[in-house]
């Protein structure tokens, strides 16, 4: 190739750069397959490491730190030749591909990619530069600002009929306006994008159009089969095409616009990965399988384990990273079946997988993270909270040293939940001032808005209202840009919160408390949602009654106890309860008023919450003392709803633990099981042949354990010898501990019957055949003393007594 065809070809690189990626990667790729001559200008040289840094980008996994080196050296290269245009460009190219990197730098080198164009006059340049800060906002959860970038780019790129740079600006409108929960929205990039696909006469194009489609409508409240439908005609369409990626693809679109019955997407899955695997592609064999596996873990996780081992099998003959999802998908489904274990160990494993990856992306630094928090997980349920410890400092240090700052900043989340189990306090919020930081250096919204939450109820539960305000503030901050709707209602969810604390103390403001819980309500009145709808109900309750309006109150208390009831919360159901006495005496019904608070008393009491349960007594006597006119009831300003600190939780689980242990003794026990006792004589050691005779019994005990607490208390030595024993013991067990007297422990008393061997050894069977047998061939051993010298090595015992008795004794 002469100097003037590849000139030729990377000036058509470049422009493709500016009117969008539709196959700059694959221009990119041939511009650079030929080395370049020793007579290149250094233009030629500098457009030749940008078109590199391109192709690195498409590669699969993208090689995102080679090509920010190339993009970085080409940068300097146009900048000592004074070449703007080359060097927006180049920018641009720097900025794609730090955005998994370092979200800081990719967003300066956009602005400034943004800003040459501008004072260039470079429409096209211009238009991808903002596409580009999108895809940075979009990056840092910034969906509000990645929605208006990509709206403007969008606009200015129909003036210019830039179709290749309109489909790509689809397909970010499309995915941040699903972030957002706007699904109307989103149907209205997919069908634009379903348009363009037509113009550019593109088969493949219009298979992801109709994608996008499915994938809108399944962001939806309501089912369409719309969205069914489109995915369907996606899958003909790639499968016409031979494009197996894109019929995986298309079948992630039928189960996201699916909505109740998965057994449509389940059979696709299936059939597609037995296709797949007839014809060894294993990649989206694996894909199909983890597809199949997502429609049966609601339903049937054996059948979901089933089809990810199978995946696990096929994804060993795949791409390693693959082998780390399956993995990390099959901890998850033994952390849900409660297997630590088996957690533990896949976990442990994909971990590795991820860890050794030499080009991983953000997808797999996240999987790692999890895989991480698994283990710790694990460790907490086997009972070793010490080495949960031990995992996540010695993982924090090493995201510390790589410097990943969401890894560090996830892994000291977990580490504050481990000090809040063991009731350090203190030590937690120590540990979890540093994490907001961390998620703000990597550039992630949505976790540093979580983290100024949690330091917000943190500091609630010190007391430390000051506090507690400022990270609220930050908090509100952050999930305003996320613009999700869940985000919203958790800002407005915590405004409420913070405020009816402040409140209690003289310091809110009331009217606050009510705007922000009304407009939590009202955000979780659609979707799944059901936990966080009921504390924005219970908060809207309670703000009414701080604003003296009863009877809103006496709706929403009511709707509270409905949502309590449903979630089988009955901590929740007792404060609703109270709620609703709290409105009849804003309405002065005192006798309603009474009854609720004594209601809610009782439902305090079952659920083993001491200071609940003194706070409905209190009100009660309020109450009392207001009907008699002792108290003004027109004073009543709602509740300061009581937070259950870390101690009371674990006080609460200890006290319902041992009332269920105390439960269990008292009840009568019986059950089955197979046994195998041995009774050795030692007086036949001294027989004339020398053998110890044993009797070998192999059968069903049946054991009907009974407290002692309901029986007689225990003698002392010194009243057996007076013969103050009790009747029912026998008259061995009276001479055994004559000079013992009683043991300490107390003794538990079983009633045992025993099934009679078999002359010949039978091999095993099931416990319910054994039952069956028994049935027939129930007996009673009239002494569990040895047998008589004849009795041979196994035989059946010739000392039975009649069938139909039983035989009692007594173990320690």
């Known amino acids: 190739m002469d100097d003037a065809s590849r000139r030729g070809k990377l000036d058509k690189a470049l422009s493709n750069i500016w009117s969008g990626p539709a196959r700059t990667g694959e221009l990119a790729g041939e511009a650079v397959q030929e080395e370049l001559p020793a007579s290149a200008t250094p233009k030629d040289q ?26 970085k050296e080409a940068l300097a ?21 730090s955005i998994e990197l370092d979200v800081h730098a990719a967003s300066q080198a956009a602005v400034q990619a943004l800003k040459v164009f501008r004072d260039l006059g470079h429409v096209k340049g211009e238009i991808a530069a903002l596409h580009c800060l999108a895809k940075v906002d979009q990056a840092t959860k910034s969906f509000d600002d990645a929605s208006y970038k990509a709206s403007e ?46 113009l550019l006469e593109s088969q493949t194009l219009l298979a992801k159009a109709k994608c996008w489609t499915a ?57 597609l990965a037995d296709k797949f695997a007839e014809s060894g592609d294993k990649k989206e064999e694996v894909r199909a399988l983890l597809i199949a596996a997502s429609c049966r873990e609601a339903t049937d996780r054996e059948k979901a384990f089933k089809l990810l081992q199978r995946g696990l099998n096929a994804a060993k003959e795949a791409e390693r990273p693959l082998q780390g999802q399956v993995l990390l998908r099959i901890a998850r489904l033994h952390m849900d079946r ?51 410890f031990r995992v996540g400092v010695e993982q924090g240090r090493r995201f510390k040293g790589l410097q990943e700052r969401q890894g560090e900043g996830m892994v000291l989340l977990k580490l504050v939940s481990l000090h809040q189990m063991r009731l350090e306090d203190d030590k937690a919020l120590k540990l979890l001032e540093y994490v907001p930081m961390l998620f703000s250096s990597a550039g992630d919204r949505q976790l540093e808005g979580l983290a100024w939450e949690r330091m917000a109820n943190c500091y609630l539960e010190a007391g430390d209202s000051a506090q507690a305000v400022k990270a609220m503030q930050h908090c509100v901050g952050c999930f305003r840009k996320v613009n999700s709707r869940l985000m919203r209602a958790r800002a407005a969810l915590l405004q409420a919160d913070v405020q ?36 924005a109900v219970q908060l809207l309750t309670n703000a009414h009654l701080m604003n003296r309006q009863g009877e809103e109150a006496l709706e929403r208390a009511r709707e509270s106890q409905d949502l309590a009831q449903k979630q089988k919360q009955i901590g929740a159901e007792a404060m609703s309860k109270l709620m609703e006495a709290g409105a009849h005496l804003c309405l002065e019904d005192f006798g309603e008023s009474a009854r609720c608070a004594k209601e809610a008393k009782e439902l305090f009491s079952s659920d083993l919450d001491g200071n609940g349960e003194t706070s409905a007594n ?27 600190s870390g101690r009371e939780m674990r006080q609460k689980d200890e006290a319902k633990k041992k009332e269920t242990q105390q439960q269990k003794r008292k009840s009568k026990v019986s059950h089955q099981s197979d046994i195998i006792l041995w009774q050795c004589d030692g007086r036949s050691k001294q027989n004339e042949d020398g053998r110890s005779i044993m009797t070998y019994f192999e059968g069903f005990e049946v054991r009907a354990g009974v407290g002692r607490q309901q029986q007689q208390p225990l003698k002392t030595a010194e009243q057996v010898r007076q013969g103050e024993a009790p009747a029912e013991y026998s008259k061995d067990f009276k001479e055994t501990v004559k000079e013992q007297g009683y043991p300490d422990r107390e003794p538990a008393v079983f009633a045992v019957r025993w099934v009679q061997a078999e002359n010949a050894k039978e091999p095993v069977k099931s416990r319910r055949e054994l039952r069956r047998k028994e049935d027939t061939r129930v007996v009673s051993v009239a002494s ?16 039975l007594e009649a069938p139909g008795e039983r035989h009692g004794y007594r173990i320690f």
């Open 46 to 71: 500098a457009l030749h490491l940008l078109l590199a840094a391109l192709g690195q980008l498409e590669r699969e996994p993208p090689q995102q730190k080679d090509a920010q080196k190339d993009a």
């Open 77 to 97: 290269i146009f900048r000592d030749l004074q070449e703007a245009e080359c060097e927006a460009t180049a920018l641009l190219a720097v900025s794609r591909s």
């Open 153 to 198: 780019a969008l606009k200015r790129a129909r003036k210019i009929e830039d179709l290749s740079r309109e489909m790509a600006l689809c397909e970010t409108v499309l995915e941040v306006n699903i972030a957002q929960d706007n699904p109307k929205k989103a149907e209205d990039a997919a069908k634009e994008g379903g348009v363009i696909s037509k």
């Open 215 to 271: 994938r809108a409508h399944g962001a939806s409240e309501e089912r369409k089969m719309t969205g069914i439908k489109a995915a369907e005609e996606a899958l003909e369409l790639y499968r016409s095409l031979g494009q197996k990626d894109g019929e995986v693809e298309a079948l992630e679109a039928l189960a996201a616009a699916t909505k109740e019955d998965f057994s449509d997407v389940l059979s696709k899955s299936q059939s």
């Open 338 to 388: 409660e297997e630590p274990s088996e957690a533990l160990r896949a976990a442990t494993q994909a971990g590795s997988i991820f860890r050794n990856e030499p080009y991983p992306t953000k997808k797999i630094r996240i999987s790692e993270i999890e895989c991480i928090e698994i283990q710790m997980d694990a460790h907490v349920m086997l009972g070793a909270m010490d080495e949960a």
């Open 500 to 535: 009816t604390a402040l409140v209690s103390i003289q310091q809110g403001s009331s009217l606050e408390a009510l705007v922000a819980a009304k407009e939590a309500t009202k955000l979780l009145q659609t979707g799944t949602q059901e936990p966080w709808l009921a504390l």
């Open 618 to 644: 209190d009100f009660l006597t309020y109450i009392l003392k207001a009907e008699a006119k002792e108290e003004d009831p027109s004073l009543f300003r709602g509740f300061a709803l009581r937070r259950l």
């Open 784 to 799: 569990l003393d040895a047998p008589s010298e004849r009795c041979g090595r196994y035989a059946k015992s010739d000392r």
